[in-house]
């Protein structure tokens, strides 16, 4: 079978690997399409320092059962389309046993600290596989990075007396937005890209800001009647997002932070008193995240085409991620192809 590999930085290859085959209590896949996300791009460009030495990318999948072995519950059955939980849990920390086991301390994800789907086959436990009726296989690989913009949003306990603003339209903040819209909150998206502005309105965005273009602070402030937002959702991980989001959030807001800044970030922490803020991680997502996804593109109302920038084979893989980082921000997805 193909597999793609990452053996050094600005490098990608196609190689050839066994067929697993499914033992007791785990599930064969065939992989259908896996998505390349920014873990898998700062990977490639040798600033993922979780990344696994030449690992296998990718944890965003659709995929179909091959075969299952002895002791599999019967509901996952060959043929049935299914996307995948990513992350492993201990079960022991201090995060798993307060039910939190997205946020385990020895979590290992897909395609960073161990081996990812972008192969033909893969053997996973059982428990990691998530069916996903009436959905694409293609689409199924937009499942996991929409669950994590959908967490954050549960982390804000978002409602619909709510206005949520989101930094950055890419994936995860177009999860984000989707999530807060669908609880009846007021969205504010916030980019760079215009595009990307259009595509947040036509998700459930009740307004958008290019703060390349826009003065940010007063067109905030003309929005919410000089409130401020009460949810500020920072999904870019830059310096100027995360410091804006505490300067622009209302008193007694809460901010949620998803971004992984590259920079140590500076702040005037008599903000965070005077405002009394809420100010709290959000770190992959549950089940009941990726039940909401799921139950989201059912509906059949998402554009889902317009989330696609490219379907590329794997031989094609290196180019499509060459062009990812000479334009990073006209990217949604790009999706490999191996069905």
């Known amino acids: 079978m193909r597999q793609i590999r990452i053996p050094a930085q600005g490098e990608m290859i196609v190689e050839q690997a066994q067929k697993p085959t499914a033992g007791a209590g785990e599930v064969l896949l065939k992989i259908m399409y896996v998505g390349f996300c920014g873990s898998d791009l700062n990977t490639f460009l040798g600033r993922n320092l979780m990344a696994k030495e030449q690992v296998i990318p990718g944890h965003e999948i659709g995929a179909v059962i091959e075969s299952v072995g002895a002791g599999v519950p019967e509901f996952l059955t060959p043929g049935l389309t299914v996307t995948v939980n990513p992350y492993t849990n201990c079960g022991h920390c201090a995060a798993c046993r307060s039910g939190h086991s997205n946020a385990c301390e020895f979590n290992e994800t897909l395609g960073v600290q161990r081996d990812g789907a972008m192969r033909d086959y893969m053997v996973l436990p059982w428990q990691k596989v998530i069916p996903a009726q009436g959905i694409s296989p293609r689409d199924c690989a937009l499942i996991e990075p929409m669950s994590v913009g959908f967490h954050a949003v549960s982390r804000a306990d978002v409602t619909d007396s709510d206005t ?23 969205v504010i998206a916030v980019d760079l890209d215009n595009d990307k502005l259009a595509l947040a309105r036509r998700l459930g965005a009740t307004y958008t800001i290019n703060s390349k273009e826009q003065d940010l602070h007063a067109t905030l402030m003309e929005l919410t009647s000089d409130l401020g937002p009460t949810v500020v959702v920072e999904a870019v991980g830059s310096v100027p997002t995360y410091q804006a989001a505490i300067d622009e959030v209302a008193f007694s807001g809460r901010v949620v932070c998803i971004g992984y800044s590259k920079n ?10 005077k405002k009394e803020l809420n100010i709290r991680g959000s770190r992959n997502a549950m089940p009941s995240d990726f039940e909401a996804v799921i139950r989201y593109l059912q509906r059949g109302t998402c554009p889902k085409d317009e989330l696609i920038s490219a379907i590329v084979k794997p031989e094609s893989a290196l180019a499509a991620m060459q062009n990812w980082v000479a334009a990073p921000g006209k990217v949604f997805r790009i999706l490999v192809d191996f069905s």
């Open 264 to 273: 140590d970030v500076t702040f005037h922490t008599g903000l965070f008193v």
């Open 164 to 186: 949520v603003l989101v930094f950055g339209c890419g994936m995860i903040g177009v999860g984000a937005i989707v999530r807060a819209s669908l609880r009846g909150a007021t």
